[in-house]
């Protein structure tokens, strides 16, 4: 009798652990996942899509000098890199940069198109909320946006409830990509 006993007891014990090594192996991968983040479109079919399918050799621009101190006086810090990488062809330039939402990065695509935003993509999502700004009614907002004379987006963006803090970062993404583009065609 007790041999029974201890062998449905080893069965079950068996079944309980490998249940949990099964919920421990789906919670690892499921934490995997939400490390990378949402990929809403990889950089490189964003930088393809702006240039019409043939994308430009990358260019580098150096954050130095008064233009790391006007990118840090938009981001209200320094930028986290001393470069930045670049696409170019005309009057138009791709840029792929990140700011942080609340606690994680955003990766944001954004063209500029003779000193305007043509266009502006959530790349990868990584916020646990705010997920909204990669929906077309927001980021449609930025479509033509300019920058003023006190380098301000020439339009109002609206927040989106629950997402306040990841539209103040793409507002802020986008000043930073006008002013980039700016600097290069003043060069």
Known sequence: ????????????SRAVIAVGLLLAAITTAVAAVDAEGSVFLTPEA????AFDGSSPEPQLLW???E???QVADVLGHPPGVVRLRYWQSAARSAWILEEIGKERPITVGIVVDQGRIQALRILIYRESRGWEVRNDFFTRRFSGAILDADDQ?????DN???ATLSVNAVRKLARVALMLDRHLRSE
């Open 46 to 49: 964003f930088v393809a899509s």
């Open 67 to 69: 233009l790391r101190d």
């Open 63 to 65: 954050l130095t000098g």
């Open 1 to 12: 009798m007790a041999t029974t006993s201890n062998s449905r007891l080893n069965k079950r």
């Open 160 to 162: 989106i409830a629950g």
């Open 153 to 157: 987006l020439d339009r109002r963006i």
